[in-house]
């Protein structure tokens, strides 16, 4: 079975510094990764994905991830960070299969200025 | 393009009645769709997997009497909330599927908010 670990419910960091998001998922089979950002009372919307090739993508708002097979991670990445980045992030692996997405538990990003 | 569109975006409703909530796909065909229910500081719950011209599929622990699921039409299923309680209040997610080879892509609407009074 797939499963996926956002390792921090709570990461606050201040304007203009970098951010990590880290994402460690669990699967037998080959997989497709994505990151989604949510701002209050909205739906989701996707940052990146990673479904082959180069293990290093870049996102929208300025977000990159690296997928890292042999640590079963996918950490979200900026360098400098902004009021407006603050959201709930969450990290999913979707099954072949069925195209379902299991999602991490979320990670909540908040920008101090 | 891939836009999906949930209506209403928010319903309070008295306990007992019945709320419908439409997940359509404005520029694009979905056999899939997907039924998410999420929790204030939660992450998102699969409810059901919506096929079009078939019954939909549950998660465990999801009551199918509960929450009627209608795809009837390549753009648009529906998720109705029966004999509504309190503790259905809750932010609904609808998602419509597009594959792409063997790729598969999710495209979220905007949510509904339910409030049960």
């Known amino acids: 079975a797939q499963s996926v670990t956002q390792l921090d419910s709570q990461v606050p960091v201040f304007e203009e510094a970098p951010v990590e998001l880290r994402c460690n998922y669990s699967?037998?089979?080959?997989?497709?990764l994505f990151w989604y950002v949510q701002y209050p009372n909205q739906g989701l919307q996707l940052l990146l994905k990673?479904?082959?090739?180069?293990?290093l993508v870049k996102g929208i708002n300025g977000f990159e991830a690296e997928f890292n097979k042999s640590q079963t991670s996918f950490h979200l990445r900026k360098p400098s960070v902004h009021i407006s980045d603050t959201a709930e992030y969450f990290c999913a692996v979707s099954d072949s299969n069925t195209g379902k997405l299991i999602f991490g538990q979320g990670t909540t990003l908040q920008v101090k200025p | 393009g891939a836009v999906v569109s949930q209506h209403p975006s928010r319903v309070i409703c008295k306990s007992g009645t019945s709320v419908k909530i439409e997940c359509r796909s404005l520029d694009f065909q979905a056999t899939t769709m997907f039924w998410y229910r999420q929790f204030p500081k939660q992450s998102l719950m699969l409810m059901a997997t919506s096929n079009e011209g078939s019954k939909a599929t549950y998660e465990q622990g999801v009551e199918k009497d509960k929450f009627l699921i209608n795809h009837a039409s390549l753009t648009l299923s529906t998720l109705t909330v029966t004999s509504a309680h309190p503790e259905d209040s809750s932010f609904y997610i609808c998602?419509?599927?597009?594959?792409?080879?063997?790729?598969?892509?999710?495209?979220f609407g905007p949510g509904t908010r339910l409030t049960v009074l």
């Open positions: 990673y479904l082959s090739g180069s293990t």
């Open positions: 998602s419509a599927k597009i594959t792409t080879g063997v790729y598969n892509e999710q495209f």
């Open positions: 699967s037998s089979v080959s997989v497709y």
